[in-house]
């Protein structure tokens, strides 16, 4: 077991870290061996859970849906017609044409620079995740770089490719870390 403040190795029966003096606490999971501790904060530690983070994507979701919507809409009629449908819809974005491929590019691009914008500034989160007093550090609990934020994210969009595993993971691991998260050496908290 390691101190949740320093990172120090404690006994098993330690109440208190013999290097800074830090109560030992059993609600906190452990801290990885050769891995910085999170910054200590006058609050308890809250890692954000998986459905708070996947109702979060969802709101972030609908903002780009609506804010894309007008990139998107010409290519979209241009190749599917007039007769637009849902299924003409997902034919067409689920096609191989080049259009098609095309624009699921750009939706991706401006799905990482979106997320990598909000994540790096000061808010430290996106507007689904402000809204639900989430936000993302590294961690040590310090605020993203735009190049961390970015690498975090081209992470999400290729756990597509895992079948969406990766983001299920937050369900799992003791710091709630999606795939994408434990790669770029971030972690997701909620505020208390």
């Keep these: 077991m390691h101190c949740g403040k320093c990172g120090a190795e404690l006994a098993g029966s330690a109440d208190k870290c013999d290097r800074c003096g830090e109560?030992?606490?059993?609600?906190?999971?452990?801290?990885?061996p050769g891995r910085a501790p999170v910054k200590p904060t006058k609050h308890p530690i809250a890692y954000a859970g998986f459905w708070r983070r996947a109702v979060a994507f969802i709101v972030d979701s609908l903002i780009l849906g609506f804010l894309t919507l007008p990139i998107l809409i010409k290519p979209i009629l241009s190749n599917v017609g007039p007769d637009l449908t849902a299924k003409?819809?997902?034919?067409?974005?689920?096609?191989?044409?080049?259009?098609?491929i095309a624009l699921q590019l750009l939706m991706n691009l401006i799905l990482v620079l979106y997320c990598a914008a909000f994540e790096s500034s000061a808010w430290q989160a996106t507007p689904g995740k402000?809204?639900?007093?989430?936000?993302?550090?590294?961690?040590?609990?310090?605020?993203?770089?735009?190049?961390?934020?970015?690498?975090?994210?081209?992470?999400?969009?290729?756990?597509?490719?895992t079948l969406f595993i990766g983001f299920m993971m937050a369900g799992f691991t003791a710091r709630k870390q999606a795939l994408h998260d434990i790669v770029a050496g971030c972690l997701v908290l909620r505020k208390t």
């Design 88 to 100: 003409n819809y997902v034919d067409f974005m689920t096609g191989s044409s080049r259009q098609a």
């Design 23 to 32: 109560p030992v606490s059993s609600s906190e999971p452990p801290i990885e």
């Design 130 to 161: 402000k809204l639900l007093r989430l936000y993302v550090t590294d961690l040590n609990g310090n605020r993203l770089s735009f190049a961390r934020a970015a690498a975090r994210n081209i992470g999400k969009v290729l756990e597509q490719f």
